[in-house]
């Protein structure tokens, strides 16, 4: 009797609708919606995907890929693939502009295609997209996919500009130094300090409050954890030690990790004679032989862009460098428009005291 008793139960539980399927579509979108634009890694969006039919349907919905973030499309280098390529181009399809940026630089300097991969990243860049902004700058800075000629110093300058008024720290401090050197624009050295000053102060107030979000027993293991750095490296925090602060540096973009693990896991293999970016949260890898500027006293390492040189200065270099022979079999004076001799450096140690 008991038991029939609970097969009338399950057979009227089951006969009811799944509520699930009673909720109207357009109400599901916006909840994916929110998802995909906070998603913490790729398989947080991709399980959705899997789950059933109609999530599968609505996930893929023109207006859910639109508002996919960085970390949501933050695929690893390991795991590159055509469904990972597909991927990125229907979020580029319905107008991401993150994909555009992702996409953009992967193929830029991943997959050897110079054109598309521009492209993508003007693309970007036109919808006011502060990192393609700041990437092309780059590119216009050193001639990157050309040649000697081919490097736009006026319009590297006017990129940063804007990137920097949209709040990309990198590209302020980039134009601060340009200010400050006359690199591509009229010099300023006050108005270039100043710059400086506040690319340290926004990275500063963006470290704070990545601190205060935390629980406090992550808070806790974080300060053992840079305790320990300091203990072993005996230089204190990497970053911020402009202001004698002790905070984590700031979070490399998804893309500049790519970059970095593509090249370093073999994945994508240099030319002889080009190196990647020294700085480690950068990745960018020369598309010539001595396109980027090198390190003026030892000559061993090789910067992208001042604000890269400027960062890892205080990262690392500043306890490794020390005059060496130079380099003279490479070179060292036919590709850093004059601008990568002892000066630079010496600029680059010049601001470090200043804004302490």
């Not at 040189?309 to 005059?323: T, V």
């Amino acid at each position: 009797m008991l038991q029939r008793k609970k097969q009338r139960i399950s057979r009227k539980f089951t006969d009811k609708s799944d509520l699930f399927d009673g909720l109207p579509e357009d109400l599901v979108i916006s909840i994916l919606s929110k998802l995909a634009s906070s998603a913490s890694s790729p398989s947080d969006f991709i399980n959705i995907l899997v789950t059933c039919k109609r999530l599968n349907r609505l996930a893929l919905h023109p207006s859910v890929l639109s508002k996919a973030g960085s970390k949501a499309l933050a695929v690893k280098a390991r795991n590159w693939c055509d469904s990972a390529h597909h991927f990125l181009k229907h979020c580029i399809n319905a107008c991401n502009v993150e994909a555009c940026y992702t996409l953009g630089m992967i193929q830029f300097y991943c997959l050897q295609n110079k054109g598309s991969g521009a492209s993508l990243l003007a693309k970007a860049a036109i919808k006011s997209h502060a990192p393609a902004l700041y990437s092309l700058g780059v590119i216009q800075f050193n001639g990157s996919g050309g040649s000697k000629n081919d490097k736009d110093l006026r319009a590297g300058v006017a990129l940063c500009a804007r990137a920097a008024f949209l709040g990309h720290v990198d590209a302020l401090r980039e134009l601060g130094h340009c200010l400050q050197d006359g690199y591509g624009v009229r010099q300023h050295i006050a108005e270039g300090r100043r710059l400086l000053i506040q690319a340290n102060a926004r990275e500063l107030a963006s470290s704070l409050n990545a601190l205060v979000k935390r629980k406090p027993q992550q808070q806790h293991q974080r300060r053992l954890n840079y305790q320990h750095y300091s203990f072993k490296a005996g230089s204190g925090c990497p970053l911020l030690s402009d202001f004698g602060c002790n905070v984590p540096a700031p979070e490399v973009h998804p893309v500049n990790v790519f970059l970095k693990e593509w090249f370093e896991s073999g994945r994508g293999a240099l030319e002889q004679g080009l190196r990647l970016c020294s700085h480690k949260g950068c990745g960018r890898p020369e598309t010539r032989a001595h396109e980027f500027r090198r390190c003026s006293v030892c000559g061993t390492v090789n910067y992208c862009s001042r604000g890269c040189q400027a960062l890892d200065w205080k990262l690392r270099h500043k306890a490794e460098c020390g005059p060496i022979e130079r380099w003279l079999e490479e070179g060292g004076n036919g590709d850093d428009g004059g601008h990568g001799g002892v000066g630079e450096m010496e600029e680059v140690v010049e601001a470090e005291h200043f804004a302490i």
